[in-house]
């Protein structure tokens, strides 16, 4: 029997220079390891960023992309976590067509989702949802009758937990 996948987050302050996204999506690639999802942005000082990756695997490969992680060079800490022990958002723009009969049915799923339509013309509106992916992903479910034209998702932030409870 297989090993229990598992999914792990990793929030990597790195220097803010060229080619370091390069040189630790690298680092993934040449392990063959997967990346469900990347984020990376300039942290409150300008020569730092973050990297928020989401990765699975089982547990000898979760510890691997730690320990390969932790030897980089550019890396300044590295931050393992589970999706339990965190706080974690996607923003997702959906682009869809409308027309009489199904537009209260958007807005509904919308008040539902506690999404926001924030551009709207005669025949098509942009959505935004701020969540959890999981809930991101309901929503696409949730539209799917409707005719989705387009959708964009930045993929996962994620923060610790300030606190641990038990």
């Known amino acids: 029997m297989g090993e229990k ?10 220097e803010n220079r060229p080619s370091v996204l390069s040189r ?3 680092l993934f690639a ?6 469900d999802s990347l984020v990376v942005g ?6 730092v960023s973050c990297m928020t990756i989401v990765s699975s695997g089982d547990k000898r490969t979760i510890e691997q992309i730690e320990k390969q992680l932790n030897k980089k060079i550019d890396i300044i800490k590295v931050n393992t976590f589970e999706e339990v022990q965190s706080i974690s958002r996607e923003l997702m723009l ?3 067509k409308y027309n009489k009969s199904n537009r209260k049915d958007i807005m509904e799923n919308c008040e539902i989702m ?16 701020c ?4 809930r991101t992903q309901l929503f696409i479910k949730m539209l799917q009758g409707i005719s ?12 610790k937990k300030c606190c641990e409870t038990k």
Request: proline share 3%; net charge negative; hydrophobic share 45%.
């Open 5 to 14: 996948t598992m999914k792990r987050i990793y929030s990597v302050l790195v």
């Open 24 to 26: 630790v999506s690298g």
């Open 30 to 35: 040449r392990r063959n390891f997967n990346i």
């Open 42 to 47: 300039e942290t409150d000082d300008p020569e």
């Open 94 to 96: 959906l682009k869809v």
């Open 114 to 129: 506690n999404a926001q339509i924030v551009d709207i013309s005669k025949t098509h509106m942009i959505i935004q949802v």
């Open 131 to 134: 969540d959890v992916p999981e």
């Open 148 to 159: 989705i034209v387009e959708v964009a998702r930045t993929g996962t932030v994620a923060l």
